[in-house]
């Protein structure tokens, strides 16, 4: 009888301590005080563009390793769902989904935060890639304008002002929320300086400003975070083989037309976490592709340099460090060849504004009738023509065009005057006084003998 009552009391504790936790439960709840736990922001979803090719593959693997992702959606032309299967095999929390055919980009896109576009056509030229990024930017910005956008696919400084131009067609554009991966370039500068050095490659930071090809791209070694002394023919050693990075894997790989597409993938996942951690509310120091609004550089509105990433996307661009003469030569002669890659880019995207901007088939009872154009394009689309002769005309374009696939209607609006002018004029001001100097700049040995290698063979021989 002891016993029972002793089972029947504790029975009846246990029960009142249940339905404590129970009432708890449910006011800490009411209060919204419950959350879920997770060590990244709630439904951290990024999409991969391409993520069948060559870099899109490897990209996702080392995305799925992250503890911070909450979702990655595999999106590409051709089948994915096999490399989504075997990506979810992977003991990891991440959740994989897979997304094939145009007709599947929608849902791919939806609820994304972050969109990395790697998609590129066999042939990798811009004319032949431009319309699949194109077709994914507009439907960035019919299903997630509010994401951040980051593009990897070659030749980066047009792809960038291409996506950009659309975008502010469509009045979704925002600068702090758009960028183009360099960081490849930045980590192979790391493995050869710290190679050189021979010190780990940890202790190595080196930026690189300008752009994504070697005719676009300045190592800053002057301003390189290493444990060593450099020279002058050590520097121009160093940034020649920078330089020719891509050139050497193109010969290591018997094709001209291969891409560096681990190195790449490892960059491009480097860089799409660093914005994670920035919009999870981090600050972190990155070398990206932006729009820095003529400030960095002279007639450029694009241009790769060193940005602080947060938790409103691109919060600070730290612009141009303090050059030395040989990388002030290389800078000015970057500028034209970045000018023209933005210029081809704006150029593109006007002349597809006189035809339908969305990848659709018209209805059959209308018939598209090309817009009448009031004043002439002009005929110099790099940066010295003059503004107001440009936005004219485009203005003129956009008046008459409507995307007949969209609600918003296209609508040219002139760039934002500079407001860091000050700034861009005194970058303008050092360039002018050293430009005299760049017609007496040295060459790097390893580019003069290479150049002298190729003049020999270009000469024909007397029989």
């Known amino acids: 009888m ?30 919204n005080v419950y959350r879920k736990y997770s060590t990244c922001p709630a439904g951290m979803k990024v999409t991969i563009c391409g993520a069948a090719g060559n870099t899109g593959q490897p990209l996702a693997l ?21 490399y989504g299967m075997e990506l979810s095999h992977v003991d990891t929390k991440c959740k994989i989904s897979s997304f094939s055919g145009r007709h ?8 994304a935060k972050v969109v990395v576009i790697v998609a590129r056509d066999e042939e990798d030229s811009f004319e032949k890639s431009a319309p699949i990024i194109t077709e994914i930017a507009l439907q960035i910005c019919n299903t997630c304008p509010d994401t951040f956008t980051i593009v990897g696919t070659e030749p980066v400084e047009s792809m960038v002002p291409l996506v950009s131009e659309i975008q502010r067609l469509r009045n ?23 190679d050189f050095l021979r010190v780990p490659p940890e202790s190595v930071r080196v930026p690189v400003i300008g752009g994504a090809t070697p005719n676009t791209m300045v190592p800053v070694l002057s301003s390189a975070v290493h444990p060593g002394t450099l020279t002058q023919e050590h520097v121009e050693c160093v940034t020649s083989c920078i330089m020719g990075g891509t050139e050497a894997v193109c010969a290591a790989k018997g094709c001209r037309h291969a ?63 303090e050059l030395t003469k040989f990388e002030n030569c290389l800078l000015c002669k970057c500028l034209p060849y970045v000018q023209n890659e933005i210029a081809r880019a704006i150029w593109l995207v006007y002349t ?41 005309y485009l203005a003129s374009i956009c008046r008459e065009m409507t995307c007949r696939c969209g609600t918003t209607e296209l609508c040219w609006k002139p760039r934002e005057f500079d ?36 003049n020999r063979a270009k000469t024909p021989r007397c029989n």
């Open 104 to 111: 599947m980009l929608c849902d791919a896109l939806k609820d």
């Open 2 to 31: 002891y016993r029972l009552r002793t089972l029947f009391n504790f029975l009846q504790i246990d029960v009142r301590r249940k339905s404590k936790i129970a009432n708890l439960s449910q006011k800490i709840d009411g209060n």
């Open 259 to 321: 891409t560096a597409s681990l190195a790449g993938a490892y960059a491009l996942a480097r860089n799409t976490l660093n914005v994670v951690k920035g919009l999870q509310g981090g600050k972190v120091e990155q070398c990206a592709y932006v729009d820095c609004l003529g400030t960095c550089a002279p007639n450029c509105q694009f241009f790769a340099s060193e940005v602080i990433l947060g938790s409103t996307g691109i919060e600070k661009n730290l612009g141009i460090p």
């Open 352 to 392: 597809m504004c006189q035809q339908c901007t969305c990848y659709c088939s018209p209805s059959p009872s209308e018939c598209y009738v090309p817009p009448c154009l009031p004043c002439a394009p002009p005929t110099n689309w790099t940066c010295e023509c003059p503004d107001s002769c440009r936005d004219e």
């Open 172 to 194: 979704v554009y925002n600068p702090r929320k758009l960028l183009g991966c360099v960081e490849l370039h930045c980590v192979r500068a790391n493995t050869v300086l710290a």
């Open 62 to 82: 080392l995305l799925k390793q992250s503890p911070l992702l909450d979702e990655i959606a595999l999106y590409d032309i051709c089948p994915t769902c096999g």
């Open 419 to 454: 407001f860091y002018t000050d700034r861009a004029t005194k970058g303008r001001q050092r360039m002018m006084e050293h430009s005299a100097a760049c017609n007496d700049c040295r060459m790097p040995k390893s580019v003069r003998i290479e150049q002298e290698i190729r």
